[in-house]
């Protein structure tokens, strides 16, 4: 289904196939006059939406209200999960910082959401040192109450995120007198299949994280040892000789990213012909050949001071007239 | 690629996996895990994104076409706006979110529709997609590219290529009406036809100019029978000649009169009077030539008639009228200062530090190069020599070290001999050790800091500027070495780019960077060339700029007196400096506002009351130069007009009406 607003655009979209050279013919008079954009809200995409006009806004857009109502819920369910564990102060206090964040759209909203999360986790009471258990405690491996924090947690920083992009900003680019241009992502752009991909790579990526987590955790390193890397999981009784828990993961996360960014590293460089342009090929060549051409240039100015010497300061290329 | 949001939701990710980690299970498990979790999105969201952008970007079709009056056109026309038809193709399988823009040179202004947008192209799509832009005066458009930024949907990534080479259409001035047409009334019944004027001089016209004694050898037919026979002697009648009104146009192309703002500038003002001049003369059938003259020579178009010849002439203003002045006066690092940004702006894949980097090896400054430098190695060898032929300084050494070590341990033990074994090294190669930090100071002195980053940006430019020149691979060398030749080519690239020199029309002792003088003696050697292979009654039309010049002017005097004795005429138009108004800022691609079409006015200018103090001094000196040069150019016979931004321009053809003999309507 097509927006309104979108088919007042003054572009038209060609179906798919559709050959490039027919688009004049297709299109019709190129010289004919074109409609103005008739929403007021959406027609500047380099303008945050006003405080006034992000009613309406929601009032129109379909998919930007599914992705509120996505926010809203996660932030919810966080605020219950809370409760459950008794921290009524984070409850309140997440809800009111991320509410307050989707209606006056702070980018901060979602570091403070995070940090809250953190931090009433590590104290229940919030405020270290107190004496009521933690909750997580008692889950080693997850169950599904945490599962489902994780994923109202990612749900909302996903939301939070999509919901800036919308109504303040998604890209600002530099400008050669020193000014950014910042760019807000229309709401007609947005599609179902982003609301579906959400919940595909939030599974996705705690089930990746999942996994990581029993590496990291089920390694034993024991130095000077025959075999100085060993799997326990879970680690009951760790041996004399190994390290630390907290040393152990920390090798092993860090040993994973990196074998990970360098692999990336590594199929990025093999696929450079396949990235660059002709254009890039050019200049690289280019550029190349004035690298090769200054170690020539050097080695013949070298050759020439063994058997000319002519004074230094005048040993210069032989440069092409300008 | 990585936005600054990224960046900094990245660093915050990493610092609470790392907390989790360190922690561990013993605390809690929830921040570890949701840390992780949103880590690996992040992680997937950025190979996901790589993986589509760099597919795409080598996949993307973009055409774009310019239709003016309803077809496409290879050249445009003044103030008549103009389609710009961009198609955009995604050949990939796959939908993308685009921020679109497309990034005129200065000097147009968009009329309808917009030159910028957000898109969601699916695959195999095209979108097509016009909006309307104008260019207020002659010169050129340049069309740089179209700006293409994918953007990730969160914000976290983009990427930003420049999609498309430049294109350039040159603008020809506006046509003029059916009043620049049809100019003039006729005085008497008998007129000669379109393309001949009455000269008041002896021809074979129609019209009777005088009678006069026979002489032997007239013709029969010219004696006046009647009056012969009343004075009783033969009288011959002379009459007018009809001779076609020549009008050649000088047009001022020198440096100064290319400075200001995009569409503000004096030489595109000059263009388009020019234009209408011409278009009206041969509108009357009157054969028009151009003289387009600089400080370095000039460039003629004999006059002519024809529609064709028309047409070239509109082309030749066009191509004097485009490119604003080279930057002068701006050393080295000033111009990689105000190029960098625009370069970055225009070429950001081709300054991007994986394609084009100063290699560190380049940024070793070589002693050696220098003829003091042999004396730093000449120390270090002398030194070494000495350490090993000569004993009595291996003693010296260890005499020395030995009191130092007593002096400072008197104690004794393993530390004293420590000491002493430091301070034997120390006394012993001393001298190679103060050389070899001189060298290591020396040669790395442009390896940190600001140096590095300036040669770097340096050689960024020189690449760049290299390769749209097709140069090779040693003109990048050159640049390198040659601060002129990298000084010149900056220039060239603003100029090409049509990036206008920021001078205030009011900045008269920056304006004197842009005088010169030698090109009053290329016009007035020009218009002695002119007067000496004209015909009769020719009209010599100058548009330059000539208030500085008042100090200069003899050779240009000469010349007009000469063709004043001839019987020419001669009309001077000096341009008026713009307006009180600040030009307005050189990046205002898609909203700037350009003045309005040029007009004449024969008082001289007065400053505004809203003026500042140095734009009312400023306009006083103008006034008083151009009182000068009036005085000097009217008393050999010329003509002196000055062009104001705000007065109609019929007075510019009224009086050339008057100066062809003819009467005007108004």
Known sequence: ?322 | MVTSRGYLWLVSLAGLVLLGVLLGREVSLLPTWSGMTLLVLWGGRCLYFAVRAEGLRRRIQVHCRLFQAGREAPVLWAQIPFTVELTVFNPCRYPVLLVLEDWFAPGTEVVAGTYRCVLRVKAGQNVTWRYQRRAAVTGCVRRECLQVIVLDSLGMFQQRWRVGEPQQWWVLPPLCDEEGRQRAVKQFNQVPPPGSHRWRRPGTGSELLDLRDYQPGDPPKMVAWKVSARREQLITRELESDVPVRCLLFVDGAADVRLGSPGQRPVQRLAQAAGLLAQTAIAQRDPVGLVCFDAQGAEVLPPARTRQHLLRVLRRLAEVAAYPAVPRGLGATALTRRVWPWAHFLYPHLVQGSLNNMPSARLWRPLLDRSWGWFIPAVMLANLVMVFTVPPWRLWAAEQAAAFSRWCLPQGGISQLILFAFSMITFLIGPLLVAGLVWLWYGTQDLFGSMRRSLTQRKQLAALVAFNERAGPARIEHLLADNTAYTHALGCFLQQHLIPTPVHWYDWPQRQLYREPAKIEVLASALLRAVSRARDNELYVILADLADYTPHLLPLVTACRLAHARHHQVLVILPEPQGSSHPPSPFSSGTAQVSELPSLATSSPSPPESASDEQKLARRYYATVYQQLRRQLVAVGASVLCLEATNPLPVLLERLDRLRGYRSRR
């Open chain 1, 1 to 322: 289904m097509t927006h309104p607003s979108a088919q007042q655009q003054p572009w038209s979209v060609q179906p798919s196939g559709e050959p490039v050279h027919s688009i004049g013919a297709v299109t019709g008079d190129p010289s004919a006059a074109l409609p103005e954009l008739a929403s007021p809200v959406d027609t500047d995409p380099t303008t945050p939406v006003a405080l006034t006009q992000l009613g309406r806004l929601i009032r129109e857009e379909p998919q930007l209200r599914l992705w509120l109502l996505t926010g809203i819920g996660a932030l919810i369910l966080q605020a219950f999960y809370f409760l459950m564990q008794a921290s009524d102060t984070a409850a309140l206090l997440i809800l009111v910082i991320g509410t307050a964040g989707w209606i006056l759209r702070w980018s901060s909203a979602a570091y403070w959401i995070l940090l809250l999360n953190t931090w009433f986790h590590y104290f229940p009471d919030g405020v270290p040192g107190g004496s009521r258990p933690n909750y997580w405690l008692l889950n080693k491996y997850g169950n599904p109450e945490s599962m489902l924090a994780i994923l109202s947690l990612v749900t909302y920083i996903w939301s939070h995120w999509q919901w800036i992009s919308l109504t303040r900003e998604v890209a600002v680019v530099p400008r050669p007198d020193g000014t950014v241009q910042r760019w807000r992502r229309p709401a007609h752009t947005l599609q179902p299949a982003e609301w579906y991909a959400l919940w595909v790579f939030s599974l996705l990526a705690l089930g990746i994280t999942w996994l990581l987590w029993m590496i990291v955790d089920g390694v034993v390193i024991v130095p000077g040892s025959i075999t100085p890397l060993d799997w326990q999981l879970p680690p009951l009784r760790l041996p004399s000789d190994a390290l630390a828990p907290w040393l152990t993961r920390l090798i092993v996360l860090t040993s994973l990213i990196t074998v990970i960014l360098l692999g990336y590293r590594l199929v990025a460089l093999m696929r450079l012909r396949y990235t660059w342009k002709a254009s890039d090929a050019a200049f690289w060549l280019h550029d190349l050949a004035w690298q090769e051409l200054h170690r020539e240039w050097r080695r013949q100015a070298t050759l020439q001071q063994r058997h000319v010497s002519p004074r230094q300061e005048n040993r210069r290329p032989p440069y092409p007239s300008a």
